[in-house]
Every structure is written in C-alpha cells, then in structure tokens.
C-alpha cells in the first residue's frame, strides 16, 4: 500500500536536516507528482529547504538540483496568468513581489470591482470580496491558498457613528467593499434587532475633500487608520471584534476565487505562485511593512502589529467554517437572496 504525503515525515524519522534528506525525496519520487513535492516540501519542517525556496524568484533551480524539475513544471511555468488583486496595506503579503514573476499579471482594483473583473474573464483568480462568492452568477471556486481575515479586531473596517448604534436608521457605507456592507447589516441585526437602511457613500472623495461626514458611517481599508475618525465619531465598532464576539470564529473578508472552468494546468500554477509568495513574505514581514506602511500613511510599528497580530493569511477549516456561517446569516439579514454551497479547487 501506497504512503500518504502525512506519513511521509515520520517515514523519514525525523524533521529534514542537512542540505536535503535523501530518503525524503526518493519517497516523495516514487509516490507524488512534481507539483505535490513542491508543495510537500513547503510544509516540512527544514529552514534550509524553505529559504532556498523563497529567498528569490529563482526556485527552479532548486528543483533542478534536487532532480524534481521537468517537462511538468516547465509548462506551468510558461502559462500566463492574471491575478485581481487589492492595493491595501493588508493584502501586501499575500501579493509583494508577485509582479516580478515572469507571466504573471496583477491587475489591482478595489475589492467590489474584483468580482467583475472575473465575471468578464479579465482576470483567472480574484481576491474578491467574500460575500460576492454567493451573489455571483458564475459557477466559482475558492483557491485556499490564501485569505485576508481576521479573528478579533480588524483595525480597518469600522462602523463610526454621532449617535448611539442603537438609535441609528441609516449607515453611508463605503463603496470599496461588499462584504463588509453584508457584515454591518448581519452585525447589527443580530446585535441590535434590525437593519438599517444601506447608503452608499464614497468615503474617499470624502477624505480627499475633507467634506463633512455624514451622522453614521462603515469606513474599509487603510482610510480608517489615515482618516482621524476618533475626533469626529464617539460611536465606533470594530466589525470584525463584533463578529468574532458572536460567534468565536475569525471573518473572511476575502480570498481567492477562480471560475470553476479554469485548465488545472492554470490553477496549479496559481497554486505554486500564490503558496509561494506568502510563504516568502511571511519569513521577511518586516521588509515588506517598512516599504509599504509609510507610503500608505500608516506609522511602521502600527502597521507591523496590524499584519502580524491583526491579520490571517492562511486558509484553515475555521475559515470554512466562518464563510458557511456568513452566508447563512447574511440570508438571514437580507443581505444575500439564496445561498449555494463552498466549491473548493482541488476538492
């Protein structure tokens, strides 16, 4: 009988060491294809193994000296490939360095364009706003490589208001995003009892123009650290605290889709790229806060504690879990008008 990849460390005996384990690889040759090596040795516990990795886009020589690379691999390398993705501070790890890699594309909007986007087969794989995987009429999948989530406070999506949340009849809220939007509505329902009236606002020409705000309103993204809001709202509510308060589970605010239609051949080159990349930035986090934070106007230490403490990355079954929750009650709310079961690439 065949070993599974589980059995494959304890297999070898021990955590890989040394420049390579021999056995670990002569294993994973007679029983896995090259993509699943690739994957399998991200997860092993060798430093070695995952630094030479992801210290630089050049990992096909890696493969090649270990004798892993062929025919396979060189196809997946040459297919193109179109990620939709979020020009916020939060989706940094997930993406940075991604436009570097040969073939592939990133085509950045805000998060309620994304789905769009996919819709029009402008982009393979979107970083989509979770709530637009039920309200989309394509048949989608979710590619669980990576996901922007929190479990507890956000820090960037925030309901602000003048008046007692009870007393409120209306939010403006901000036009970047759809899943928050659903989020507030599921949030006060079951906190307060009903649901408010939804207006959409655009909070960026807000900011911009210094326009007065309006009595309530659901701020997203970087904007709610940049805006100042705590001097003009006494009324604030952390989004994803709330959620995390009702129900103990971390909040998908987004992760990957893909139509369900797509070559494998495309979606395991999603697979390795996207794998790959958080990994390598997850190991040099604080270079990538030190590059983007201030551009973005946050304070580095800020942002630092707000990806590493704040902020998931990794698709778990928690996550799952969330998102089935999510859209169950956001039908609940009023929010979704039907709800379809999670597809997943690969399942």
Known sequence: MSSSPRNAASEVGRPVGGPCSVTLITWAREHTSVHTIYRLLLVM??????KKLTTDNGFIRVFSALGLYDAQMEQLQQL?????????????PLIDGISTIEGVELIPKVPSELIGCLEQNEVDFALASSIDYQRSDEKLGILPVGVLSSEGETFTVRLCSS???????????????????????????????????IVPCDVRAICESNASWPKTVLIIGDKVVTSATEEVFPYQLDLGLAWHEQTTLPFVFATWFGKSTL????????????????????????????????????????????????????????????????????F?????????????FGA
């Open 332 to 344: 609940s709310a009023g929010a979704l008008e039907s709800t379809k079961p999670l597809q997943f």
């Open 80 to 92: 193109n490939l179109r990620l939709g993705v979020v020009n916020f501070l939060n989706a940094t």
């Open 45 to 50: 516990s060798s430093e070695w193994i995952k």
């Open 263 to 330: 070559e494998t051949s495309l979606v395991q080159r999603a697979q390795i790229v996207l794998d790959r990349q958080l990994l390598r930035n997850t190991n040099r986090i604080e270079q990538v806060v030190s590059e983007y934070a201030p551009e973005r106007g946050w304070d580095v230490d800020v942002a630092f504690r707000y990806l590493t403490k704040h902020i998931q990355y990794s698709f778990s079954d928690k996550h799952r879990q969330s998102l089935e929750l999510f859209y169950e009650l956001a």
């Open 163 to 197: 008046e007692p949340f009870e007393k409120i009849t209306e939010v403006h809220c901000d036009t970047d995003s759809h899943t928050s939007v659903a989020l507030l509505q599921v949030i006060v329902k079951n906190k307060y009892g009903f649901v408010p009236e």
